[in-house]
């Protein structure tokens, strides 16, 4: 049987060979310090889990859903956009329930994309953003993650030297991995950019409530007059509200995008179990103090993680937004790439990071950190970091798996 079109465009999926690593050193008795996937150890808000179950076996609940969400959760979208951002929505025509922001985006590629299409992708970024599209087949061409400058320099020449002209543009902060920030004047900028060079945007915001400055909240693309003339942006529960297993996120923005979306939606789902929608609409008109607190807790994490992990003899950049760190690979391990210091320090630290060469080739001298470890735990990963450094001269040499000994 001959490979298929689009598994042969898919490479292996770079993080699941250090998930086998850190299974197999589970299974051998170790306790692995997990920081690898941004997969939110705390737990969604009580209100919004008590909704959840007034809502389970009421009639018609267990029904088919609707596909582009229920009324009353697009309308709390909008109410959340308004209230956060200054922007209107109409509810009916510029909001579209996804199941998450990944399945939005990649459905999203999948309504707009012919085979052939350049989309630019910054790189490093998080793989839903790049694959997504290659899945749908398109042609992915990079530019920077970080919103300088520099970034409109290298996206000029990509559109000059790109045939066909590129269709679409990703961003997304704050990031996912680097956990750059973008302020309200490269938005201004990009969406000129945009419609100079007739591109729609695609700007993944998962990350808008996971902020550190309490007086510089990340601001949305949508917020730049005119942007919704080219713009759709994505949303989720997930971080937000801890909610990342419920699956429930957001596309906004654009009615003609969204409407594309919506159609594509209609013939691949039927939208999440209804008491999911119910308690999601919950979770955002209800209080803010569980998001207050989810912050706070990210940042003591934050703290912690930057003052033991010097002290460790590694230094970590402080993060202002996301859950995560973008930490440069000591130079002694360097040489080594990601993928197998990730493989040593589960080995020979007992901690599971994410290699950035998963997150594009621009990623490779990176790892990133995720906060999903309470403080103590992540001291622990700090100091097995700090002892496996120390003796990383008698055993870098061996980077077979060590067997464990009872």
């Not at 790049?130 to 899945?135: S, V």
């Not at 594509?264 to 008491?275: E, I, M, W």
């Not at 990623?363 to 970091?385: F, P, S, W």
Request: glycine share 6%; charged share 20%.
């Amino acid at each position: 049987m001959p490979d298929f079109y689009r598994i042969k465009r898919l490479p292996p999926y770079v993080f699941e060979q250090v998930n086998r690593i850190k299974a197999a050193a589970r299974a051998n008795g170790a306790d692995i310090i997990d920081l690898g996937m941004g997969n939110p150890d705390l737990q969604a808000p009580q209100h919004v889990i008590d909704k959840l179950v007034e809502t389970v076996g009421k009639p018609r609940t267990d029904r088919y859903s609707a596909s582009k969400g229920i009324g009353g959760l697009r309308r709390a979208q909008a109410g959340y956009y308004e209230r956060r951002f200054g922007v209107k929505l109409n509810p009916d025509t510029q909001v579209v329930a996804t199941l998450g922001s990944k399945e939005g985006f990649a459905n999203m590629a999948q309504a707009i994309t012919e085979p052939g299409d350049v989309i630019l992708v910054p790189n490093p970024s998080y793989p839903i953003h790049a694959f997504g599209f290659l899945m749908a087949g398109g042609v992915i061409r990079s530019v920077p993650a970080e919103p300088t400058p520099e970034f409109f320099v290298a996206a000029e020449r990509a559109v000059a030297h790109s045939i066909p002209k590129p269709v679409a543009l990703v961003v997304c902060y704050p990031s996912n991995p680097t956990a750059y920030v973008a302020s309200l004047d490269f938005y201004r900028d990009l969406v000129a950019f945009a419609k100079k060079h007739e591109l729609i945007l695609l700007s993944d915001l998962a990350y808008s409530e996971v902020y550190f400055d309490e007086s510089n909240p990340p601001p949305s693309i949508l917020q730049v007059p005119g942007a919704i003339d080219v713009a759709v942006e994505f949303t989720s529960m997930s971080k937000t509200f801890s909610m990342a297993g419920w699956r429930i996120g957001f596309a906004v923005g654009n009615e003609r995008l969204l409407a594309a979306l919506a159609r594509v939606k209609s013939y691949l789902d039927y939208g999440a179990f209804t008491p999911v929608q119910v308690a999601a609409t919950a979770a955002l008109n209800g209080p803010d103090e569980c998001i207050r607190e989810m912050r706070a807790t990210y940042k003591r994490r934050r703290d912690v993680m930057i003052d033991s992990f010097a002290k460790a003899g590694w230094t970590v950049p402080v993060p202002t937004a996301s859950m995560f760190a973008w930490v440069q690979i000591p130079e002694k391990f360097r040489s080594l790439g990601s993928l197998e210091f990730s493989k040593l320090l589960v080995e020979k630290a007992d901690v599971a990071v994410a290699p950035g060469i998963g997150f594009g080739e621009h990623g490779d001298d990176y790892v990133r950190i995720a906060l999903v470890e309470n403080e103590q735990r992540i001291r622990q990963a700090a100091r097995n970091i700090r002892k496996f450094f120390d003796n990383a001269d008698q055993t870098l040499h061996n980077v077979v798996p060590m067997v464990r000994r009872g």
